[in-house]
């Protein structure tokens, strides 16, 4: 038997084939129940159906910030231009770009009706969050400079 596991499971998602588990003589094949565990991914989070990308960034960038490329899940390049200046708060959500949403639900009676093709599926959002590394020190004139500035 071969089981496709489709982009939208996730470790709530249990797979369960009617009478295709152990089988012992005189009683009725057991089911097969499979259930996943989710593999970390470097760049993305899952939050349900969304991914949540963090974008690191320095101070000076955040202050004017320059478009950035994200490679999706998919190997697609998506390019993003951030707010005007971006802070810890901001967010820029992409919809339909997360990922596919579950078909019926967490527990599949038959998993043999879930093997469709997935291309038409709607997905949750990409959410965009910004990292911003702030300097460890600033020299006095400078940050006097910067205080002036922002007042």
Do not use: W
């Given at each position: 038997?071969?089981?496709?596991?489709?982009?939208?499971?996730?470790?709530?998602?249990?797979?369960?084939?009617?009478?295709?588990?152990?089988e012992a003589d005189g009683a009725f094949p057991s089911d097969l129940c499979?259930?996943?565990v989710e593999k970390a991914n470097t760049n993305f989070r899952r939050c349900?159906?969304?991914?949540?990308?963090?974008?690191?960034?320095?101070?000076?960038?955040?202050?004017?910030?320059?478009?950035?490329?994200?490679?999706?899940?998919?190997?697609?390049?998506?390019?993003?231009?951030?707010?005007?200046?971006?802070?810890?708060?901001?967010?820029?959500?992409?919809?339909?770009?997360?990922?596919?949403?579950?078909?019926?639900?967490?527990?599949?009676?038959?998993?043999?009706?879930?093997?469709?093709?997935?291309?038409?599926?709607?997905?949750?959002?990409?959410?965009?969050?910004?990292?911003?590394?702030?300097?460890?020190?600033?020299?006095?004139?400078?940050?006097?400079?910067?205080?002036n500035a922002l007042a």
């Amino acid at each position: 038997m071969h089981i496709e596991i489709k982009p939208g499971y996730n470790t709530s998602t249990k797979l369960i084939f009617p009478g295709q588990g152990h089988e012992a003589d005189g009683a009725f094949p057991s089911d097969l129940c499979i259930s996943l565990v989710e593999k970390a991914n470097t760049n993305f989070r899952r939050c349900g159906d969304d991914l949540v990308y963090v974008h690191k960034l320095s101070l000076i960038d955040a202050l004017e910030p320059k478009p950035f490329h994200i490679t999706t899940l998919d190997s697609r390049t998506l390019a993003l231009s951030p707010p005007q200046v971006v802070t810890p708060q901001s967010t820029i959500v992409l919809p339909n770009e997360g990922m596919p949403v579950t078909q019926t639900g967490d527990v599949f009676l038959d998993a043999k009706a879930q093997l469709n093709p997935v291309c038409n599926q709607q997905k949750g959002n990409l959410r965009i969050e910004f990292d911003i590394e702030f300097p460890e020190r600033i020299i006095s004139e400078h940050k006097q400079t910067i205080l002036n500035a922002l007042a």
